[in-house]
């Protein structure tokens, strides 16, 4: 683009998102191609990496992963930037196949908290794309829509989302345009030789019970694979290693909150259990589990204010096993989406993570046994007690005795290949780790996280 200003340096945030549609494109593909050409221009500086945000993953009008893009860059001629991010955006979009894009961009070193707010609450509730209009009018970012618009939604979330926190890589490689549908071959011990040689520096790579790849796509979108893991270099040599032999666009790595399980961080109160929203609940359990066709496990708990809810625990999450367990009384931390049970028209909480707290006391009553004899004593009808046959000798009432538990305390997570982008891997306890934004401090990038080959 042609380099007209003498604008002044100024911090810009480029935030979009529902550029894609389930018939392929792909928000992080658009990302790679502004990233191309703006890197090939002078005076830009990248102040982060790409930050890749998943939203709430319960919210049911979302594309793939629900995945927004944040840029974020410093730049003396934003003016022409802003130009060329809308031409990008009407081209590249899936705008016939049902995308519904929006773009948004902030000037400034601060991101204003009531931004940040919102990020958050795009985290693990359904915001509407009316609070993220009155919201960039109020904080002066400009928004761009297309389609529905949708996008803006996550457009200004992604801007809002400094991930200070907890955070995660991933270095995604690209496919040329020539190879678009066809089978991914990637060697599958390559995979698992990654998986385990890097281990616990990256993750869901490979699926050892399963045996099953993890890094690539199936459908007809641009990504070739994805390499999850916990700093750039990890991810970039970890992508070098798997190289396929088919010729590959290029990769970036994004900065990202996937395997964080930043959606169930707050605890969703009474109030708050509506349908798609996200969080944990502390709870009791109040009806055992049964297990259903297809071996999905149900099972009922209230929260403190002693209201009940049905609960499921899916089959593919692998989590039925433990959760079929419980019994009335154990206290219980479960991470859940919220869904609408239709035929019941109430909601009902899809279990992410299990975490067994307090273990209740099974007690059961049953018949004595005869002091004398070691047998056990039979009743002798309704109210009339209960007789040793060898004997003879007589007891009242039955005998209260706890029954051993065939349960543990503790976390249970589900199978990987059940993990959605959000899901934080059981080996990623104790690994978080900060990112803090430093307002006029630019951080140094890994020098390979862009590449185009
Ligand atoms: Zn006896």
């Known amino acids: 683009m042609p380099h007209k ?40 500086t990248f102040i982060d990496y790409p930050l890749l945000v998943r939203l709430n993953p319960n919210i049911p009008w979302k594309t793939r992963g629900n995945g927004a893009v944040c840029l974020r860059i410093k730049t003396n001629h934003s003016a022409q930037i802003i130009e060329f991010l809308l031409k990008i955006l009407r081209s590249e979009s899936d705008l016939l196949n049902g995308a519904n894009p929006g773009l ?58 400094l991930l200070e926190g907890d955070h995660t890589y991933e270095a995604i490689a690209y496919r040329k345009d020539e190879f678009l549908g066809s089978p991914r071959k990637l060697d599958k011990s390559k995979v698992s030789k990654v998986d385990i040689n890097t281990y616990p520096l990256t ?25 999850r893991g916990e700093d750039p270099q990890t991810v970039i040599s970890s992508l070098h290693k798997v190289m396929p032999m088919e010729k590959l666009e290029g990769y970036m790595v994004f900065r990202t909150n996937q395997g964080t399980n930043m959606h169930l961080q707050n605890e969703l109160s009474q109030s708050e259990i509506s349908t798609h929203r996200a969080g944990y609940i502390r709870c009791v359990v109040t009806k055992r589990p049964v297990i259903i066709r297809g071996g999905h496990v149900m099972f009922e708990v209230s929260d403190c204010s002693n209201k009940k809810y049905p609960v499921a625990v899916y089959e593919p999450t692998g989590l039925g096993n433990i959760a079929s367990k419980l019994l009335e009384g154990d206290n219980i931390d479960i991470g859940v989406g919220v869904s609408m049970n239709t035929p019941h028209s109430t909601n009902i909480l899809n279990v992410e ?49 706890t029954n051993p538990r065939d349960i543990q305390l503790g976390m249970f997570f589900p199978y990987s290949k059940a993990h959605r982008h959000l899901t934080k891997p059981l080996h990623r306890f104790g690994m978080e780790k900060n990112y803090p934004h430093v307002p006029n401090i630019i951080k140094a990038l890994h020098s390979e996280w862009f590449k185009r080959f």
């Open 104 to 161: 948004a961009i902030f000037e400034g070193e601060l991101i204003p908290f009531p931004l940040r707010q919102f990020s958050r609450r795009a985290m693990n509730d359904v915001v509407k794309i009316e609070e993220a209009e009155k919201l960039a009018a109020q904080l002066s970012v400009q928004i761009f829509k297309y389609g529905q618009g949708l996008g803006v939604i996550g457009a200004m979330a992604s801007i809002g989302s």
């Open 5 to 44: 200003g003498t604008e002044d340096s100024k911090v810009i945030h480029i935030g979009f998102d529902d550029t894609d549609s389930i018939a392929g494109r792909c928000t992080t593909n658009l990302a790679f191609k502004i990233v191309s050409k703006l890197k090939n221009e002078t005076g830009i």
């Open 353 to 401: 993570y299990l975490s067994i707290l307090k273990i209740a006391k099974e007690i059961v009553n049953i018949n004595p046994l005869c002091d004398k004899c070691g047998k056990r004593m039979k009743s002798e009808g309704k109210n009339k007690g209960f007789q040793c046959k060898i004997c003879g000798d007589k007891r009242d009432s039955k005998i209260s005795v």
């Open 203 to 227: 993750f869901n790579c490979f699926d050892k019970i399963h045996d099953r790849v993890l890094i690539a796509p199936h459908g007809p979108d641009p990504v070739f694979c994805g390499i």
